[in-house]
């Protein structure tokens, strides 16, 4: 018989995800439209840095953001993050060369490298273990709506009213995040709270690693190249197919993420982390070998369904694997190291994608053929646990 402890529907878990949805369409909103306003600067060969420099400053930001959440607390934390979002938004309009816009990425990064350690850190002390897949999973569907609805919204609203009014929703979207984060009351017990220090940034190595959590490392990273490959490529993909609205593949392979959540979200408690990755992964590797061939818009729509449904049921599960593994006065460093493996991937799959495309099309198989290789790589990985397909064991 269930306790009334193990209630997880509450109001701060849905203010939390209504957060999440605001924060993720503001940053995801700009991202589709972001290489065409790059080119027009002049600075078509540094269309993969729009999501490298990005992913990088998250990366650097993650291991402040995690001792900072275990030391000061999860809400200020997730408060920053929305705030950076805020500020970045209706900076740029203001911007017209290549190096400043470039800066500018590079600063608007440490909001993902922020909020989303802090959230999952609040997840974790207001979730039971035995239902944190399901509360992950939940939590996924309002961002993953947020990652999907962003895109289109941006490209409708370039196309319609201009690049400047994209820019300021996305401000505005940030804005009304951290109007909600402050209903939220902090969970950080007063006896681990310390007092706001510049004392607090000065990162050691334990600050940057979990080690509790390096297959969690491992299995992000090989996962994530491919999302740093579509995040860069996909735009003018669609291009090449004659799609008008460049986030059309986001919003279709996030419906398909949204489904898999929401009917699948328990399916880690239920049969254990790794099996469950272990299907997304065979997801994934069909998603990015199928883009590894000419594209057309009947292999966009599969790809994208594929994608959706593999990141459906690994990012809820890889969050839930890392409170899993985790000591919980260190769930902040935890959760960072988990990000910074997310940010690894993502930064490593653009760069290198972009490095290898430099507008030439027939390039473009080339990087998908790459994250299909490494997504292989994981799932080997992962079927090596096999006799340890407990939720929790490695």
Known sequence: MEIQEEKIYTIPFWLLCSSNFLFAASFSMIIPELPDYLAAMGGSEYIGYIIALFTLTAGLSRPFSGKLTDHIGRVPVMAFGSIVCFICGGIYPMVHTVQAFLFLRFIHGMSTGTKPTATAAYVADIIPEHRRGEAQGTLGIFTATGMSIGPSIGSGLANSIGLQPMFYVSSLFALAS?????????????????????????????????????????????????????????????????????????????????????????????????????????????????????????????????????????????????????????????????????????????????????????????????????????????????????????
């Open 178 to 394: 951290i109007v909600i984060l402050m209903k939220l009351e902090e969970t950080l017990p007063k006896s681990m709270k310390s007092k706001f220090s510049l004392k607090l940034f000065k990162i050691n190595w334990n600050d940057v690693f979990e080690p509790k959590i390096a297959p969690v490392f491992l299995i992000m990273i090989l996962m994530a190249f491919s999302s740093g490959v579509v995040v860069t490529l996909l735009p003018d993909t669609t291009k090449l197919v004659g799609w008008h609205n460049k986030g059309l593949y986001f919003t279709i392979y996030t419906i398909a993420s949204i489904f898999v959540r929401f009917f699948f979200s328990k399916s880690s408690d239920k049969h254990g982390r790794i099996p469950v990755l272990i299907i997304s992964c065979v997801f994934l590797i069909a998603a990015m070998f199928l883009l590894a061939f000419p594209a057309s818009a009947l292999s966009l729509i599969i790809s994208a369904i594929l994608f959706g449904i593999s990141w459906g049921f690994s990012t809820p599960t890889l969050a839930a694997w890392t409170t899993d593994l985790a000591h919980k006065n260190h769930m902040g460093r935890a959760m960072a190291t988990m990000y910074i493996a997310l940010e690894m991937g993502i930064g490593i799959g653009a760069f290198l994608s972009g490095y290898l495309y430099k507008g030439l099309s027939q390039m473009i198989p080339l990087p998908f053929f790459i994250a299909g290789l490494l997504a292989t790589i994981a799932l080997v990985v992962l079927l090596s646990f096999r006799k340890n397909w407990t939720r929790n064991e490695i």
